[in-house]
């Protein structure tokens, strides 16, 4: 396990759509190990595997529910509508006011191989969003708008349902799409 670099403002890694994950290997576990890493020791809730300079569709979060690692995921469904403040680790000292979906379920593969499906509300849904955007290249600051008059953060914060989180259950269709993708030969990781 190690700390790797997060890539910050301008690093064209940030802004370039990442592609799939194929194989579920030792190389995946050691870059999913260094990601929940190199996230707590930043004291981030969520890190993309683009931000460590990896453009393959990698995510890790943990909103306070316990570590999720999501590959391939994939929205399914979004409802409702959150606005907050919001930071990237990418863009550290700035924040944001962002509009977001309150609630999202997605399907992602784990570290092995299985199909998951994730239903997350209120900081979990953000972070989902948020994750899933850098893995096509989008950053939150392209978001960000004026927060409505008299909105303050604190407030936002005691708004925050207190058993708002994610929750985990296999797929039912687990299995069904495992088929891997056939994609050229990758010519090695962006480490920009
Ligand atoms: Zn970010």
Not at 61 to 80: K, Q, R
Request: aromatic letters at 6%.
């Amino acid at each position: 396990m190690a700390v790797r670099n997060i890539f910050t403002d301008d690093a064209s890694c940030l802004y370039k759509k990442a592609r799939p994950v194929e194989k579920f290997d030792k190389k995946l576990h050691d870059l999913l190990d260094d990601m929940s890493e190199t996230m707590y020791a930043a004291e981030g809730v969520g890190l993309a595997a683009p931000q460590v300079g990896i453009l393959r569709r990698i995510f890790v979060m943990d909103c306070g529910d316990g570590l999720i690692e999501a590959v391939n995921p994939e929205i399914i469904e979004t409802s409702g509508e959150q606005g907050g403040m919001e930071g990237c680790l990418s863009f550290p000292e700035r924040r944001g006011y962002v509009v977001r979906p309150n609630r999202v379920v997605f399907r992602a593969y784990n570290r092995i191989g299985e199909l998951m499906e994730y239903e997350c509300e209120g900081l979990s849904a953000r972070c989902v969003m948020h994750e899933t955007d850098h893995l096509d290249g989008h950053v939150y600051l392209e978001k960000v708008t004026e927060p409505p008059e008299g909105f303050t953060e604190e407030q936002a914060e005691d708004e925050r349902e207190p058993e708002a989180g994610a929750k985990a259950e296999a797929a039912p269709e687990a299995g069904a799409e495992s088929e891997p993708k056939s994609e050229p030969k990758s010519k090695g990781e962006a480490q920009e």
